[in-house]
């Protein structure tokens, strides 16, 4: 029961309004204010430990931008992540909604087996994968079974040629389980009558898989793609945990690299310019990717 009447005679507009200012409230503080003040931070050299020091820099820290090796490789090791992890998640996570497609006895089994990575803190995934990525045959699962297998043991995390591409294992088998149900929506949406039609036309399972299921979840794996495009841009957790962007700068990503000017050089100034910088790619990349949809 609302104690307050006056509510009761407020119009739809003011009810809208009640009760989207929280929200909005919210949006301000944690993201528009965060923007703005990073693009102020910019243009100054400011250190968070000594704010009354901060001072006007113009484009120094962008100029720096531009000529940090630092900065390129991690925008290249965020663009490699992106790429590989987007073509092997959601690939996995397709063919995993495939495969527990068919309501057949004990599926929801391997549904919720699927699904149930995800559940556990990314944080906490890292942890036990440095344990199974541990180069000792002793202690290392993936070690231990090279070995039973007549393999030599790997480096794994501690090789600049193998880091990267043990974390983008290693979040694809997390993440893909999300997406496998989202996937899986889209497939049970697809009408059985226009498969039958297809078979009583003569189409084969491919041809079926060609232009029945994927015409009809054609816009479910757009938005599947988009989504796990920007959480790979924003890839952090993983080399935090399990490499602290090593070895050899191997797995430092943009979003790793502002962490640790911001929060351990204590570079608010160059964290921001960074930050910016990366803003608008996330931004660029996305309405790119609208605009080939809509082209489409």
């Not at 962008?62 to 000529?67: A, D, F, I, N, P």
């Not at 080399?239 to 070895?247: A, E, F, L, R, S």
Request: include cysteine; aromatic fraction near 14%.
């Amino acid at each position: 029961m609302i104690k307050n009447k006056n509510l009761l005679k407020q119009t739809p507009l003011q009810y809208v309004l009640f009760f989207t200012l929280p929200a909005v409230f919210l949006l301000f503080c944690f993201l528009l204010l965060p923007v703005v003040f990073s693009f102020g931070f910019s243009f100054m050299n400011f250190n968070m430990l000594k704010p009354q020091a901060a001072f006007f820099t113009g484009f120094e820290n962008h100029v720096r931008l531009l000529t940090d090796p630092t900065f390129y490789k991690a925008l290249k090791n965020t663009v490699y992540f992106t790429v590989i992890v987007v073509l092997y998640q959601d690939s996995l996570a397709f063919l995993l909604a495939l495969l527990v497609k068919r309501n057949i006895r004990g599926i929801g089994i391997f549904r919720t087996a699927y699904f149930t990575p995800l559940v556990t803190s990314i944080t906490v995934v890292s942890i036990l994968w440095t344990f199974i990525y541990n180069p000792n045959p002793t202690q290392g699962l993936l070690n231990a079974l090279r070995i039973k297998i007549g393999l030599a043991p790997s480096q794994f995390l501690h090789n600049p040629k193998t880091a990267m591409n043990s974390i983008i294992f290693m979040s694809g088998w997390h993440s893909a389980g999300y997406h496998m149900m989202i996937l899986l929506a889209g497939l049970q949406a697809i009408p059985n009558e226009l498969y039958e039609a297809a078979e009583i036309d003569g189409a084969g399972p491919i041809h079926q898989f060609l232009h029945v299921t994927i015409p009809g979840i054609k816009n479910v794996l757009i938005f599947v793609v988009q989504v796990t495009m920007i959480s790979a841009m924003k890839l952090f957790t993983q080399p935090y945990v399990m490499t602290q962007g090593g070895p050899k700068e191997s797995t430092k990503t943009l979003t790793y690299y502002i962490y640790q000017q911001g929060f351990q050089f204590r570079n608010i100034g160059y964290a921001s310019t960074i930050s910016i910088l990366f803003f608008i790619i996330v931004v660029t990349l996305s309405l790119t990717m609208k605009h080939i949809i809509k082209e489409k």
